[in-house]
């Protein structure tokens, strides 16, 4: 993700490598952290940490 963020905007929206990268690593991001033993508000907190982050590079 953050080879992602460091690329130039318009290759950020129209490449689809980059976009898949993304996307995987948020999956494997969110199972470590179901799998972790945190409580369910750490779970969550973390998960929207993790989108809020996606959601940014994507307004950029």
Do not use: C, H
Not at 2 to 28: C, I, K, N, T
Not at 40 to 59: F, K, N, P
């Amino acid at each position: 993700m953050e080879y992602a963020g460091e690329q130039d905007p318009l290759q950020r929206l129209s490449d689809p490598e980059l976009s898949a990268g993304v996307v995987v690593g948020l999956f494997f991001q969110t199972l470590i952290t179901l799998s972790s033993k945190m409580n369910e508000d750490g779970i969550y907190g973390s998960i929207e940490r993790q989108l809020d982050a996606v959601w940014e590079g994507i307004g950029r």
